[in-house]
Structures are given as structure tokens and as C-alpha cells.
């Protein structure tokens, strides 16, 4: 295997892996009574942002570094709020961390999408 394949092939399994933690924070809000709204909001936002990611790379707006760069973000979000909700409990100060993190997030992926690099 050249390095391309080993890295493309990499980068597959990380992009499969971002979306089973998506997938899998979404189905547990859905299937656990417990879970407050903004657990659910969590969780919708992050399959929002992923959902831009895949459309800016589809579309060619995202280069491969950019959206590696944003997945490990992504990536980084979800763990943060694995700890956050592992206590069961998401206090203000937690919930608004959180939320600024996202929003961090949110604001690379539009600067990166909309920036004059596009893949070739």
C-alpha cells in the first residue's frame, strides 16, 4: 500500500468514527427518558455541523486538511460532552462551555467553506 492509500484509508475510518459517535449520542438521547433538552440540542447541533462537513467536502469547498481539521474538532466537542453528561448532571456553567465550543466550531466551518481554497 503507497502512503496515499494508507492515509485515505485513515482518514475513512475517522470520518466513520466521528459519525458513530454522533450516531450513537443521538440514539442514546433518544432512547434514554432522562435526557434534558439540551442534551438533545447538544446532539442535534453536532449531527448539524457534521452534516455541513460532508456537504462542504462534497461540494469541493473543503480541502482534505480542512476537513480533518474540523472532524478532529468535531471530535473534540464530542468527548467534551461525554464528560460533561457523565455525572448526569449538565450544570449552567457545563452547558455553557459546551455551547461555546460548538459555536467555535460552528464559525471555523463556515470561515473554512467559504474561504477561496477548494478541493481539486
Avoid: C, W
Amino acid at each position: 500500500m503507497n502512503k496515499l492509500s494508507i492515509k485515505s484509508t485513515a482518514l475513512t475510518f475517522f470520518v466513520a468514527l466521528v459519525g458513530y459517535v454522533v450516531l450513537m449520542g443521538q440514539a442514546m438521547a433518544q432512547t434514554d427518558p432522562a435526557t434534558t433538552p439540551q442534551e438533545q440540542r447538544v446532539d442535534n447541533r453536532q449531527a448539524r455541523q457534521a452534516d455541513r462537513i460532508a456537504s462542504g467536502v462534497a461540494g469541493g469547498e473543503l480541502t482534505r486538511r480542512e476537513q480533518r481539521r474540523l472532524q478532529h474538532q468535531q471530535a473534540k466537542t464530542a468527548r467534551m460532552e461525554q464528560r460533561v453528561e457523565a455525572d448526569g448532571q449538565v450544570t449552567r456553567k457545563e452547558a455553557a462551555r459546551l455551547e461555546h465550543q460548538q459555536d467555535h466550531n460552528s464559525r471555523a466551518i463556515r470561515r473554512q467553506k467559504h474561504d477561496p481554497q477548494s478541493r481539486p
